[in-house]
């Protein structure tokens, strides 16, 4: 990357391009390389020149920064479309799992090094489905009508990826909307539904605004010191200055006061995943290469680790920053999702190489990799079927842990048990029927809370998504429902009561599902979504098949691409975030090339859900407390104290009784993206009950009441980390205190 900033460095820059177009010119997809290399540098120059000029004539800065921005937007797109054509045709000329009629699909064993070497090339832009070029009467295989496909129709699919762009493959993740290999005039086999009504909940919850994020909210997570911690990109605006003069990039919220304080980090987190290691300290994993024209103290995050420590107990590591020590990921991953395992070591998955276009199999990383519990890499990434299988839709795939120890893999519409110990897939599933399910078309998957009642069996819902990246896709009402260790699983279709894209589903310690966020049209991509999706919908998984959904209260404040919902200690929900513009913009601009109609969103709102409105607040079990602030998953009980409401129970003469009384653990995860990567709830049995060592049950009136409850047995159904306590009475839960789990 360039750090110049003067104009009269351009004959300097000019012989860095020339130098650019000159590497390996005999290797077809350097070609690419060399585009993509051109097309940076010059807009490095363009971007440097309105920079010194803004600041030489700052009466002139919002002028000069809209034309700076019109010369860059035309600039890039015509970068990308040569980027586009070059990559075409090398797909064209090697068609690797891209196969055409007549092609042979295999999995590269590697990770191509041309791709590593193009991780220098960062970009501020997202990853976007373009394709290979599709010559007439070359696609001569039989056609596809019924929406299946698969390799048993002669490995010849074609699927709309947006309005300029068809993908070419021969598994499911090539079909969808728009033409396949033949005319799309047949049903699929297997319909999802589509929307259904959603009565009105009777108690809605309801919205507040209480605060500003500083930065805008890509990712996010709530830390054991009961702060929020937002972690976005490298941006030319935000709401915090830092000490060095930089914008801030991360904030820790505090909720006490609604405030934020920037942090620094020294790699940009641009779209990473993440997780919790054992100790509580929190991790962001991969990212996206430096912009040194706007920060040149923040390097290239492509394998970046950062650590953040926060405490239940030691209050001087509030507002310090990432620490990054060094250690790296063994390979570059952008778009990567992060399991927290039994042991405390961290799987992570797929990435972009590079950030180009993922129709290219040279720039896509369909490997996993293993960190300790410190975090820190086995330095070996290993190529996975699922993921190789599904490019382009491969990235952020959706991970759950399950109580066999084997990780619940689902990406695009496929789904897999997969075995980390031998690197084997146990089991595959039926695709679930409709559209795209992750990136660039994610809707969210949600583990439901797990119990004994089961034996700890996981059940998962997966709901939205999309059709393909465009702002004109139509989104996907269907939910599919599945309990993966069932000897015949398969998916058991619901709907929402219309399509949502980029949707949170947020557990909460009643054991319903919060649905947040999201838009009704479009994809994931600057400029990509509209239609904003505003009301809640409240899910709950033990009502009959078809009365599940019910809606809450509507939101004011569309939430889009880089949104944030997490569920808060005590029990209400933040939202935050919304920032689908390349860089910050303040205003909506109208008739903008991608989108400006929804812009970058740093207001904070609290959703209150139905158990806390109006009156019920009041029957909040209070003063709770743990008997150690150390769990272990083994089977072992621990107590917890707690003062009920004088009203808590329906019979208060009689007092509050054992079966009015639950304990949750709860795990918030790493949320970005529509993800909630770790995100579970164990709902824990009960087995003693005292009230003060005097009398069984509580007395009604305010008095102490003491409850034994039994963890799970293994560290598969709560994996170490930090962990939320939530007693319930009445349904109405308390104000949740921070455990370490194991």
């Not at 390799?151 to 699927?159: I, M």
């Not at 090539?174 to 999802?192: I, K």
């Not at 950062?306 to 507002?319: C, F, H, I, M, Q």
């Not at 808590?648 to 795990?667: F, N, Q, R």
Request: aromatic share 6%; glycine share 12%; with cysteine.
């Amino acid at each position: 990357m360039i750090h110049t900033r003067k104009t009269a460095d351009v004959g300097l820059l000019f012989r860095e391009i020339v130098n650019a177009t000159l590497v390996a010119p005999s290797i077809p997809e350097h070609a690419a390389l060399r585009v993509a290399g051109v097309g940076i540098l010059l807009n490095t120059v363009v971007q440097d020149v309105f920079l010194d000029a803004r600041k030489k004539h700052s009466r002139f800065r919002r002028p000069l920064h809209r034309l700076a921005q019109i010369v860059v937007a035309a600039m890039r797109s015509q970068m990308l479309l040569a980027i586009q054509l070059v990559l075409s045709v090398v797909a064209a000329a090697h068609m690797v799992n891209g196969c055409q009629s007549g092609c042979n699909d295999t999995i590269p064993s590697t990770i191509p090094s041309t791709a590593q070497s193009a991780t220098a090339l960062s970009s501020s832009q997202e990853p976007v489905i373009t394709a290979a070029l599709v010559v007439e009467g070359q696609n001569t295989g039989p056609s596809t009508t019924n929406g299946t496909c698969g390799s048993s129709n002669g490995g010849t699919h074609l699927r709309k990826a947006s309005l300029r762009s068809i993908v070419c493959g021969n598994t499911t993740s090539h079909c969808g909307a728009g033409c396949q290999s033949g005319p799309c005039n047949g049903p699929v086999d297997v319909p999802a539904p589509g929307p259904s009504p959603a009565p009105a909940a009777p108690v809605p919850g309801s919205f507040d605004i209480v605060g500003q994020s500083g930065v805008p909210a890509m990712h996010a997570g709530v830390m054991p010191n009961g702060r929020v911690i937002f972690l976005d990109k490298v941006e030319n605006y935000t709401q915090i200055k830092l000490g060095n003069g930089q914008y801030a990039y991360s904030a820790e919220y505090d909720l006490a006061t609604n405030t934020a304080v920037g942090l620094q980090y020294k790699t940009n987190a641009f779209c990473s995943g993440g997780a919790f290691l054992p100790d509580g300290r929190w991790l962001s994993l991969g990212g996206n290469g430096p912009l040194s024209f706007i920060d040149d103290t923040v390097g290239d995050g492509f394998t970046g680790i950062r650590y953040l420590e926060r405490s239940a107990t030691d209050p001087k590591l509030n507002g310090q920053g990432w620490n990054e020590p060094g250690n790296k990921l063994s390979s570059a991953r952008w778009y990567a999702s992060a399991q927290t395992m039994s042991d405390g070591s961290i799987f992570v998955a797929s990435g972009s190489l590079n950030g180009l276009d993922p129709t290219v199999p040279a720039n896509n990383n369909p490997t996993y990799e293993v960190l300790n519990n410190q975090g820190i890499s086995n330095g070996v990434s290993v190529p996975m079927e699922i993921l190789a299988k599904n490019q382009p839709y491969y990235m952020y795939p959706f991970l759950h842990l399950l109580n066999n120890g084997s990780l619940f893999v689902f990406v695009s519409k496929s789904a897999e048990l997969f075995d980390i110990s031998t690197n084997t897939t146990v089991k595959t599933f039926p695709d679930l029927p409709g559209d795209y399910r992750t990136y660039p078309n994610t809707g969210t998957s949600v583990l439901l809370p797990l119990s004994s009642a089961n034996n700890w069996a996981p059940d998962i819902v997966i709901c939205g998504g999309g059709a393909y990246q465009d702002i004109t896709s139509p989104t996907d009402p269907s939910c599919g429902r599945i309990q993966p260790l069932s000897p015949n699983a398969t998916w058991e279709m619901d709907s929402m009561p219309e399509g949502r894209g980029m949707v949170d589903g947020t557990l909460l310690p009643d054991g319903t599902v919060i649905f947040l966020n999201g838009c009704n049209r479009g994809a994931q991509g600057f400029g990509l979504g509209a239609d904003p999706t505003l009301e809640a919908l409240i899910y709950n998984a033990s009502e009959p098949l078809g009365r599940r959904f019910t809606t809450g209260a509507s939101s004011t404040v569309p939430r889009l691409y880089h949104s944030v919902a997490l569920l808060l200690p005590d029990a209400t929900v933040l939202l935050a975030g919304s920032n689908p513009v390349e860089m910050p913009v303040l205003n909506p601009v109208a008739g903008q090339p991608p989108s400006e109609d929804y812009v970058t969103e740093f207001r904070v709102e609290i959703y209150t859900p139905p158990y806390l409105q109006g009156g019920r607040a009041d029957l909040r079990p209070t003063d709770v407390r743990v008997s150690s602030a150390r769990l272990v998953a083994d089977g072992g009980t621990f107590n917890v104290t707690f003062t009920p409401a004088a009203s808590a129970s329906a019979s208060a003469s009689a007092g509050i009784e054992m079966g009015d009384v639950s304990v949750v653990l709860y795990h918030g995860g790493f949320v970005t993206h529509s993800l909630h990567m770790g995100q579970r709830m164990a709902v824990l049995d009960t087995v003693g009950w005292t009230d003060g060592g005097v009398a069984v049950g509580g007395d009604g009136n305010g008095g102490k009441v003491e409850v034994e409850v039994r963890m799970p047995p293994s560290g598969n159904v709560l994996p170490p980390g930090p962990y939320l306590v939530f007693v319930l009475v009445d349904g109405v839960p308390g104000q949740g205190v921070f455990v370490s789990v194991g």
